[in-house]
């Protein structure tokens, strides 16, 4: 089992910055890929950005690229997400997700084992 606890959250104004962290425990964290994930309200849970298990690999959302990092510390068992130029449409409530196992996709929110249980990004226009 994965425990894994999202902060960072919170109001900002348009073109502003956020950085979310995911702390995990339970298992090594560094046998999980990790993504992130959003769900805006009246919408589906959205892909945004995930890295592979030594951080070696990204992949980002094409509405995030340029403006969101995702990094990783397995020293700190720790997955962040910097989110810069902020815009309303990234408001949402955002995930973070882990995935065992040798093969992933990472945009596939189904392939995840693990979530948690969300922080709010509000953007104000």
């Known amino acids: 089992q994965v425990q894994l606890v999202e902060s960072g959250g919170g109001l900002v104004q348009a073109g502003g910055s956020l950085r979310l962290s995911c702390a995990a425990s339970?298992?090594?964290?560094?046998?999980?890929?990790m993504g992130w994930f959003r769900q805006a309200p009246g919408k589906e849970r959205e892909f945004v950005a995930a890295?592979?298990?030594?951080?070696?690999?990204?992949y980002y959302a094409d509405s995030v690229k340029g403006r969101f990092t995702i990094s990783r510390d397995n020293a700190k068992n720790t997955v962040y997400l910097q989110m810069n130029s902020l815009k309303p449409e990234d408001t949402a409530v955002y995930y973070c997700?882990?995935?065992?196992?040798?093969?992933?996709?990472?945009?596939?929110?189904?392939?995840?084992?693990?979530w948690g249980q969300g922080t709010q990004v509000t953007v104000s226009s």
């Open positions: 997700a882990a995935k065992g196992g040798s093969t992933w996709t990472p945009a596939l929110s189904e392939q995840y084992d693990y």
């Open positions: 339970g298992r090594t964290f560094s046998n999980y890929a």
């Open positions: 890295i592979s298990r030594r951080g070696g690999s990204t």
